[in-house]
């Protein structure tokens, strides 16, 4: 469909994009510091892996919220920009309070790569995303670009958390939750604020 390659609007270009997926790609990296954590020594087959199931599973999962969004879009045309800002306010709020809550461990994490836990913590670190895809139909963004960004992004700060995890420990996961939830937040109030005219 043509829909499938418009370019972003005025409600989200390609920087906006880029902050979109840092935030959403950040529940991603706080759980690779903690598979980091779990290695007694750092393996890169395994890391990519790990990176690979976080990218991919991000990227798809907006895809599909996006096409759940286009199919109800013309019921909610007129309320279109609060959903957006409702879902990625909660969602950043969301991210926000694990971010502050008490620390969590890392220690219930396996050491060993196991398929089935990560196919699990691929789709809990995703579902954010469905949610954000659902958003794209209401604010017509290029879907192939937001979803490639999307995926990649997620994938380079997956390994990358896998190797922060391994080396520094799980200092650095609770920061990044906090600025993920804060910029998905700012950008829910710029697509309200934009829409209202202000």
């Not at 779990?38 to 895809?63: E, S, T, W, Y």
């Not at 461990?105 to 196919?119: D, V």
């Not at 999307?150 to 997956?158: D, W």
């Not at 998905?184 to 202000?198: F, N, P, T, Y």
Request: proline letters at 2%; a neutral charge.
């Amino acid at each position: 469909a043509p829909d499938f390659f418009i370019w972003g609007s005025a409600y989200m270009g390609i920087w906006e994009l880029v902050l979109l997926a840092l935030g959403l790609a950040m529940d991603a990296f706080a759980v690779a510091v903690c598979r980091g954590l779990a290695m007694d020594r750092l393996n890169v087959k395994h890391a990519f892996i790990i990176a690979l199931f976080f990218g991919g599973f991000q990227a798809a999962m907006p895809l599909a919220g996006w096409a759940l969004g286009t199919y109800f879009e013309k019921y909610i045309t007129s309320i279109d920009h609060w959903i957006a800002f409702i879902l990625l306010s909660i969602i950043g709020g969301k991210m926000i309070y694990e971010a502050v809550k008490p620390e969590e461990e890392c220690s219930s994490i396996s050491s060993r790569l196991n398929i089935k836990e990560l196919l699990v913590m691929a789709v809990a670190t995703s579902i954010d995303a469905l949610a954000v895809g659902i958003t794209f139909a209401f604010l017509k963004v290029n879907i192939a670009l937001s979803v490639s960004l999307i995926g990649i992004i997620t994938f380079i700060l997956s390994f990358i958390g896998v190797m922060v995890g391994n080396r520094f420990g799980s200092k650095y996961k609770n920061k990044a939750e906090l600025a993920g939830g804060i910029v998905l937040i700012l950008i829910g109030i710029k697509v309200l604020l934009e829409h209202l005219g202000v």
